[in-house]
């Protein structure tokens, strides 16, 4: 009753082959349990087990008739001969000298009779055994091993589904999270981490078909910085950036549930405001404007330099009764901005 020798390398193999399989620490699964109930009824015997073999114990996955002490025993009935053969299949275990001193025969339960069928994975490893055991010598008929057989693939089939199944579902968890972060770096504005332009323009087409259904206005809100090019040209492109990034933390602040604030391009922000009206999206651009230069841009690299910035809005908005296309509001929006960059004196 000696444990298997881990040392060679064919048992090596077979445990690889059962840690893939990943069945060893599963929870007790019903599908096994009723296939060892059935085994139990089919073949009229007291006890069945289904039996992983590990390198340090065995596991019964799932058993009839077993005592408890029976279960806590850390070699299995016959395990060398199942491993090695495929099969096992003892009349009288009292005769036989691989399982005559097993506890199972020589204690309470009182085995005589025992045939397993080994659990085979694909390619060809013994992790297991589907045993039934009698309490009195029998045989077992051709007929019956071939049912025992088979009861032993649906067990090893049933198994690797399972594992199968199980790897799926983590694998489609983690494409679902790739996914998720895959829409979000598609949406998002590199720089200044709030929503870019295809987000935006996506996200005005979506809300124009709510506006219909749900007859309210839609208004889009287009906020650029003013000289921004001077900002460039005199403190360079790094600090240019930094610029950006700050206003877009500032109006992204500013936002509210129902707004959504990104940057189409270069210096150029947009909010779509929903439900808005013409008026309600006058005071979101005060809103906005103030949110986003009432406070110059410190350069702490620059020993605390700040710059100034002036914002410069437009607006379009659109009624549920017109009908109207993202790329239509923008051009409205735009064009109410370049009406307000004139109206702004040069500074």
Same mark, same amino acid.
């Given at each position: 009753?000696?444990? %298997? +020798? ?37 073949? =009229? ?80 490893? =013994? ?15 051709? =007929? ?51 929503? =870019? ?7 005005? +087409? ?30 360079? +492109? ?12 500032? %109006? ?58 002036? %914002? ?36």
């Amino acid at each position: 009753m000696t444990p %298997l +020798d881990t040392s060679t390398a064919s048992e090596v193999a077979r445990l690889q082959a059962l840690q893939q399989l990943h069945w060893v620490d599963a929870p007790p699964d019903a599908t096994l349990d009723q296939l060892v109930e059935l085994a139990a009824w089919t073949f =009229n015997v007291p006890m069945v087990t289904l039996s992983l073999y590990d390198d340090a114990q065995v596991v019964h996955k799932a058993h009839v008739g077993l005592m408890s002490e029976a279960l806590a025993q850390p070699v299995a009935l016959g395990l060398h001969e199942v491993v090695s053969k495929g099969f096992m299949v003892v009349a009288d275990a009292r005769a036989s000298t691989a399982t005559a001193t097993h506890p199972w025969v020589t204690g309470p339960m009182g085995v005589r009779f025992a045939a397993s069928v080994a659990l085979t994975t694909a390619d060809g490893h =013994n992790v297991g055994a589907f045993s039934i055991m009698d309490a009195h010598v029998r045989e077992l008929t051709d =007929n019956e091993a071939r049912m025992l057989t088979a009861m032993a693939r649906l067990a090893m089939d049933h198994m690797a589904l399972q594992t199968s199944a199980r790897q799926l579902a983590s694998l489609n968890a983690e494409l679902e999270q790739a996914h998720g972060w895959l829409l979000e770096s598609v949406a998002q504005d590199a720089l200044t981490q709030v929503a =870019n332009r295809r987000a935006l323009m996506s996200f005005i +087409d979506k809300t124009l078909a709510l506006a219909k259904r749900e007859k309210q206005p839609l208004s889009v809100l287009l906020i650029d910085i003013r000289h921004f090019k001077r900002i460039n040209e005199g403190y360079g +492109d790094t600090v240019g950036d930094k610029v950006l990034r700050e206003v877009a933390s500032r %109006l992204a602040q500013c936002s509210r549930g129902s707004e959504l604030v990104g940057r189409m391009s270069g210096d150029e922000f947009m909010a779509v405001l929903y439900p808005c009206s013409q008026e309600q999206a006058k005071l979101a651009a005060v809103r906005y404007a103030a949110a986003g230069s009432g406070v110059p841009v410190v350069l702490g690299a620059h020993g605390g330099h700040a710059v100034s910035v002036q %914002l410069v809005t437009g607006i379009s908005t659109v009624e549920h009764t017109e009908h109207s296309t993202p790329d239509e509001l923008y051009r409205l929006a735009a064009l109410d901005l370049d009406a307000g960059k004139g109206a702004v004196s040069p500074s």
